[in-house]
T-cell receptor
Framework: EPEVTQTPSHQVTQMGQEVILRCVPI?????FYWYRQILGQKVEFLVS????????KSEIFDDQFSVERPDGSNFTLKIRSTKLEDSAMYFC?????????????FGPGTRLTVT | GQQLNQSPQSMFIQEGEDVSMNCTSS?????WLWYKQDPGEGPVLLIA?????ELTSNGRLTAQFGITRKDSFLNISASIPSDVGIYFC???????????FGKGTKLTVNP
């Protein structure tokens, strides 16, 4: 069964450093998303991406964040200058988002620890 | 606002018991999704609901899309130890791709 994959599973970085989190969405999906989950809290939407551009973003997704689809399979989230409060699980998701299917399928996540 | 109030926050039950949890909002949602999350893993989609009043089953799980479109319920029948985890409701509003999540219901099943 197709699934969303994410790398790395765990990333430790120092405050102020740049990180890139990588995702491979399900191959026939058209919409891609990043969410984050601070330990013990609910999952929060960051950004959605369609047709090579951001289609929707939350107030969390400020100028420190960017997303890119560098090739036909990868989808990345870059944090330019990490802060302690960026420590969280980051989930990539993908969806067909057409017809009657708005189901979003999540990857296993990348645990980002900023020290 | 776009808040989902999920209850209960946690449940401790005996194996074999039925479980019920729900999500409510002051806003209308067009799609309701229920996910299960195991520790350290990503949310796994259990059930998707698209129409007000819809009742959908997936094995021992049954979910309903409330008539007012402001609530949804998830029931688990005859619970087993592997049902342990955190269950999240999530909703989509018209014109938005953003999934709004509830805070989750943590389920513990005692064998």
């Amino acid at each position: 069964e197709p699934e969303v994959t994410q790398t790395p599973s765990h990333q430790v970085t120092q405050m102020g450093q740049e990180v890139i989190l990588r995702c491979v969405p399900i191959s026939n999906h058209l919409y891609f998303y990043w969410y984050r989950q601070i330990l013990g809290q609910k999952v929060e939407f960051l950004v959605s991406f369609y047709n090579n551009e951001i289609s929707e973003k939350s107030e969390i997704f400020d100028d420190q964040f960017s997303v890119e689809r560098p090739d036909g399979s990868n989808f990345t989230l870059k944090i330019r200058s990490t802060k302690l409060e960026d420590s969280a699980m980051y989930f990539c998701a993908s969806s067909e988002f057409q017809g009657s299917s708005y189901e979003q399928y999540f990857g296993p996540g990348t645990r980002l620890t900023v020290t | 606002g776009q808040q989902l109030n999920q209850s209960p926050q946690s449940m401790f039950i005996q194996e074999g018991e039925d479980v019920s949890m729900n999500c409510t909002s002051s806003s209308i949602f067009n799609t309701w999704l229920w996910y299960k999350q195991d520790p350290g893993e990503g949310p796994v989609l259990l059930i998707a609901l698209y129409k007000a009043g819809e009742l959908t089953s997936n094995g021992r799980l049954t979910a309903q899309f409330g008539i007012t479109r402001k609530d949804s319920f998830l029931n688990i029948s005859a619970s087993i130890p592997s049902d342990v985890g955190i269950y999240f409701c999530a909703g989509l509003q018209g014109g938005s791709e953003k999934l709004v999540f509830g805070k989750g219901t943590k389920l513990t099943v005692n064998p």
